[in-house]
C-alpha cells in the first residue's frame, strides 16, 4: 500500500469510527426518510419525504434539508410510505395494519433514556421520558436520524383496535371482555384455540378478522 493510500485508508477508518462514537440509536421507525404521500380530508395529496419520530410522535417531513412536523391533523386523512398507511387520531399517528376496519393500529411510543447520572453509592441513575428533553441542548436533535450516544431508545409499541370510533388498548383477555362483551366467549374460545399472543401483530391481525366475520 502506497503512502497516499494509507493515509486516505487511515482518514476513511477515523472519519467511521469518529460518526460510530458520535451517534447512536435512531428516534425513527424507518433507518433513513421514505418518499411518500399525504392524503387530506379534501381530497388532495402532497408527496414528500417522510419519517415517523417515535420519540416525539410526529410524522416529520424532510424539505430542502430542514425537518418539520406535520401540523393541522384534522385536516389529513392519512400518510401512505412504502405501502405502510399512519392515520392521526387526535394528536398522533397510529399505523394501520390488517384488512380489518378495526385494526390493529400501532402506536409507536417510543421512550429516551438519557445519559447515566452520579447517584450516592458510586452508580448512576438514568431518567426515562417519551416527553421530557431538557438535558439536550438543541429540540432539533431529536430529529436527526441518530441519536448522541449517551441516549439510548426504547422501542414502545402499543396495539389497539378501532372500536366505537374509539382507539382502544388490546392487550389481553380482560380488554377483549371489555370491548365486546356479547362475544366474549367465542372470542375467548378463537384465542385459546388460535394461541392469539397479545404481542404479536399478526395474531392480532388474525383476531381482528375474526370479530369482523362474528359481526
Do not use: C, H
Not at 58 to 72: K, N
Amino acid at each position: 500500500m502506497n503512502r497516499f493510500a494509507f493515509v486516505a485508508f487511515l482518514w476513511v477508518g477515523l472519519t467511521v469510527g469518529f460518526f460510530q462514537n458520535i451517534f447512536g440509536q435512531s428516534p425513527y421507525v424507518f433507518q433513513e426518510f421514505k418518499k411518500g404521500l399525504v392524503f387530506y380530508a379534501a381530497g388532495d395529496s402532497v408527496s414528500d419525504f417522510f419519517n415517523y419520530n417515535g420519540v416525539t410522535e410526529e410524522m416529520i417531513y424532510q424539505r430542502r434539508g430542514e425537518r418539520m412536523a406535520l401540523d393541522d391533523l384534522d385536516k389529513i386523512a392519512r400518510v401512505v410510505l412504502e405501502g405502510r398507511v399512519f392515520v392521526p387520531f387526535v394528536d398522533k399517528f397510529y399505523e394501520k395494519t390488517g384488512s380489518a376496519e378495526l385494526g390493529p393500529f400501532v402506536r409507536y411510543k417510543y421512550r429516551l433514556i438519557e445519559p447515566g447520572k452520579p447517584s450516592g453509592y458510586g452508580g448512576e441513575s438514568q431518567t426515562t421520558a417519551s416527553t421530557s428533553y431538557s438535558s439536550l441542548s438543541d429540540y432539533k436533535m431529536l430529529y436527526e436520524l441518530k441519536l448522541p450516544k449517551d441516549y439510548r431508545i426504547v422501542e414502545v409499541k402499543e396495539y389497539l383496535f378501532l372500536v366505537g370510533g374509539e382507539l382502544q388498548k388490546v392487550n389481553g383477555k380482560k380488554q377483549l371482555k371489555k370491548l365486546f362483551p356479547d362475544k366474549y366467549n367465542q372470542l375467548l374460545d378463537f384465542v385459546k384455540d388460535q394461541k392469539v399472543n397479545f404481542s404479536d401483530i399478526s395474531d392480532l391481525n388474525k383476531l381482528a378478522e375474526f370479530i369482523e366475520k362474528e359481526q
